[in-house]
């Protein structure tokens, strides 16, 4: 069985929900924050549904340094220059 991802807004308590608007309004982050991020682009980023390649083996041995908005923000953009985009 294929792992797809599952997308934020799907996402039933609404945490993640209000973490990523904080997250796109530039909203300061807590450390709570950015552990729902690095936790929901994991899981997102590790689907079985992408084609492997040198670019993906990138992100998923960078998804560890996400520990601030600056290297969520460089993460993110590497993601949609491989031409995807988890928000």
């Keep these: ?7 934020w807004m799907d996402e039933v308590s609404g945490e993640l929900a209000a973490t990523v608007v ?3 309004k530039e ?9 729902y991020m690095r936790a929901y682009l994991r899981q997102w980023i590790f689907a079985d549904v992408w084609p492997h390649s040198e670019e993906l ?20 953009q590497r993601a949609i220059d491989w031409g995807v985009d988890p928000l």
């Design 22 to 24: 904080r997250f796109v």
């Design 1 to 7: 069985m294929t792992k797809t991802p599952k997308y």
């Design 57 to 76: 083996d990138g992100l998923r041995d960078g998804i560890d340094s996400l520990t601030n908005r600056a290297n969520i923000e460089r993460w993110l």
């Design 27 to 35: 909203e300061p982050l807590s450390v709570h924050d950015i552990a």
